[in-house]
């Protein structure tokens, strides 16, 4: 089992839309979560992160965590054209940051 | 503040040749990272040192060396280089707490 697991896409969502991307994780240590985005060829680029059960928003993102489910989640709210990249989440347990694989977003005007 | 350096941004060896990729950051950061990343495996942990003086081994860190010169500076050796090394490097740092982690944009190694 993959300690971080991400659906790898594409999801493909309609512009305006709300986009919902998902992770779980599997050790329940794991302190601090983190949403990337990296669009082909750049590197990652922190959107956001959280480390208590619930949901914190910063602009058209918001972040979700369960940790009694270790399952953390992004929503994009009026998904734009510019948002199309692919979306890593990672986690935290003490010194070491986890990734997962990335899920791919487009978004189609 | 130039945030996180990476030397050099591309790079071409031989099966067998050594190398250092250099990564340097200027924003006091406590911790640093090595990460490489292949088409459609995310991120994947090489090395990484939590302080000055320390280092640890990540998720896949076999024909990998580090060192942690001073806090600006960690770097990463290929002893001997192999084609399965071909990859992007990523270099990052993270001051500490709950923060996030900064990244350099990265080195693109093929090794033939």
């Known amino acids: 089992q993959k300690e971080v697991e991400q659906n790898s896409g594409p999801l493909s969502v309609p512009e305006g839309a709300i986009a919902s991307l998902n992770c779980t994780y599997s050790?329940?240590?794991?302190?601090?979560f983190f949403w990337y985005r990296q669009y082909s060829g750049k590197s990652p680029e922190l959107i956001m992160f959280?480390?208590?059960?619930g949901d914190k928003e910063d602009g058209r993102f918001t972040a979700q965590l369960n940790k009694a489910s270790q399952y953390v989640s992004l929503l994009i709210r009026d998904s734009q054209p510019s948002d199309s990249a692919t979306y890593l989440c990672?986690?935290?347990?003490?010194?070491?940051?986890?990734f997962g694989t990335g899920t791919r977003l487009q978004v189609f005007p | 503040n130039a945030g996180v350096t990476q030397t050099p941004k591309f790079q071409v060896l031989k099966t067998g040749q050594s190398m250092t990729l250099q990564c340097a950051q200027d924003?006091?950061?406590?911790?640093m990272y090595w990460y490489r990343q292949d088409p459609g495996m995310g991120l994947r942990l090489i090395y990484y040192?939590?302080?000055?003086?320390?280092?640890d081994k990540g998720e896949v860190p076999n024909g990998y060396n580090v060192s942690r010169l001073n806090k600006r500076e960690f770097s990463l050796r290929l002893e001997s280089a192999a084609p399965s090394q071909t990859s992007v490097y990523f270099c990052?740092?993270?001051?500490?707490?709950?923060?996030?982690?900064?990244f350099g944009s990265g080195t693109r190694l093929t090794v033939v």
């Open positions: 040192s939590a302080s000055e003086g320390t280092t």
């Open positions: 990672a986690v935290r347990n003490t010194d070491k940051l986890i």
């Open positions: 959280i480390y208590s059960n």
């Open positions: 050790d329940r240590g794991s302190q601090s």
């Open positions: 990052a740092s993270r001051e500490g707490g709950a923060g996030g982690y900064t």
């Open positions: 924003m006091n950061h406590n911790s």
